[in-house]
């Protein structure tokens, strides 16, 4: 029942991110709407959960799953969807709490867990950001600076709302017409 992301599964998806209490930047719909192609992400929704899996050529990869209520039913379904491929459920892009949840999920399989530090997320301090102070920010402060110089005139910091989604889609659109995307 896996399928691809459509702009139209916002709402539900964020919903299940929401409840699900993750911060990682893997659990944000738009890093999964617009790196669905590169990581052949595909989508479920099924008891409050959203599902991902992405497949590649020597991966079928599945996430943790998003959303609340018995976690462990939710594992139940992906390991039912690797096995009807013949697959063990393989898993990226976990945190320490879901190694342990999945460990607990899966007792008969021989998960190993390995850490990837260049693939880790990093985090923010909201003031470090407002103020950008200091030589860690430095590079930061100076593209702000020559994107107001150059952009100044034409650009506008607003709220994005329900109304502005047909024209951001659009604008989307033309900017992968123009510039080769996939979308």
Same mark, same amino acid.
């Given at each position: 029942? #896996?399928?691809?992301?459509?702009?139209?599964?916002?709402?539900?998806?964020?919903?299940?991110? /929401?409840?699900?209490?993750?911060?990682?930047?893997?659990?944000?719909?738009?890093?999964?709407?617009?790196? !669905?192609?590169?990581?052949?992400?595909?989508?479920?929704?099924?008891?409050?959960?959203?599902?991902?899996?992405? &497949?590649?050529?020597?991966? #079928?990869? @599945?996430? #943790?799953?998003?959303?609340?209520?018995?976690?462990?039913?939710?594992?139940?379904?992906?390991? &039912?969807?690797?096995?009807?491929?013949?697959?063990?459920? !393989?898993?990226?892009?976990?945190?320490?709490?879901?190694? /342990? $949840?999945?460990?607990?999920?899966?007792?008969?399989?021989?998960?190993?867990? %390995?850490?990837?530090?260049?693939?880790?997320?990093?985090?923010?301090?909201?003031?470090?950001?407002?103020?950008?102070?200091?030589?860690?920010? %430095?590079?930061? +402060?100076?593209? $702000?600076?020559?994107?107001? +110089?150059?952009?100044?005139? +034409?650009?506008?910091?607003?709220?994005?709302?329900?109304?502005? @989604?047909?024209? $951001?889609? !659009?604008?989307? =659109? =033309?900017?992968?017409?123009?510039?080769?995307?996939?979308?």
């Amino acid at each position: 029942n #896996f399928r691809q992301i459509r702009l139209s599964d916002m709402k539900q998806a964020i919903t299940c991110i /929401e409840a699900s209490g993750s911060i990682s930047c893997d659990s944000s719909f738009v890093n999964m709407y617009i790196w !669905e192609n590169i990581y052949q992400q595909l989508i479920h929704f099924e008891n409050g959960f959203l599902f991902r899996c992405g &497949q590649g050529p020597n991966r #079928f990869v @599945y996430k #943790f799953p998003l959303g609340s209520g018995d976690i462990f039913a939710a594992l139940k379904l992906v390991e &039912q969807d690797a096995a009807s491929c013949g697959k063990i459920p !393989e898993f990226d892009a976990l945190t320490k709490e879901n190694c /342990e $949840i999945i460990a607990k999920a899966f007792p008969d399989t021989p998960y190993s867990f %390995h850490i990837m530090p260049g693939a880790a997320d990093y985090i923010y301090k909201t003031q470090d950001l407002v103020n950008l102070s200091g030589r860690t920010y %430095h590079a930061k +402060r100076n593209f $702000i600076n020559r994107f107001q +110089r150059q952009y100044a005139d +034409r650009s506008e910091i607003g709220v994005i709302t329900e109304k502005d @989604y047909d024209e $951001i889609l !659009e604008f989307n =659109k =033309k900017w992968c017409e123009k510039d080769g995307c996939i979308h």
